[in-house]
């Protein structure tokens, strides 16, 4: 079994689905620890401890939402949310790199900041975010309905009959292990970077 898994998964502690969701739900408390880490002891809050308790926040909701979407054995949902985990990660990556604009990501003024902006700067702009361009992009090709979600409800049994569930389940365990990875690095992610933000403003 372990042979036809992919390296990276196995270094993550991933071996089947038990592991998987163990991994990915044991992860999110590094999210946790990093908010608190980031703001113990802060006297004085500025704009950037507001967005960085926000997406810390919206981190640690996103992780829950995800890993119950897993142990559900939900394709769209723990790929539509993975997504915007990813997401999130890019932009505190976005507030780290661009100080001057914080304000503009929190609405304060007229400059507004979109999330296009920030996921291009992940994409593109930065080298520090490794394979995000081609994990969110097929993270994307879930959450669109586009042909990748549209026939995960369908298979071809060993008869050549096509075979259609209305209900959502992971096709492939190899699916269900990449989500269970994915979880475990964005979760990796965000807390690096939250604890990096945090960093900047004490």
Known sequence: MLSSIAQWIIDLGISDRGTGIERARAVGEKVQRAGFDAID????????????????????????????ALEADNPYSTFTLIRSYAENAAAILYAIGHPKKIDAMLNL???????????????????????FKNIYS????????????IFASHKVSDDNQVVFSSKPAFKHDSDFLVASAWIVEMSLANAHLIAELGDMYR
């Open 41 to 68: 002891g802060l006297t004085h809050l500025q704009s950037a401890h507001f967005l960085l308790l926000g997406l810390t926040a919206r981190a640690q909701g996103l992780h829950q939402a995800s890993v119950e």
């Open 109 to 131: 003024g007229e400059a507004k900041v979109s999330i296009g902006q920030i996921v291009s700067y992940a994409n593109q702009g930065s080298r520090r975010f490794g394979q």
């Open 138 to 149: 097929e993270l994307s090709q879930y959450a669109h309905p586009m042909s990748t979600s």
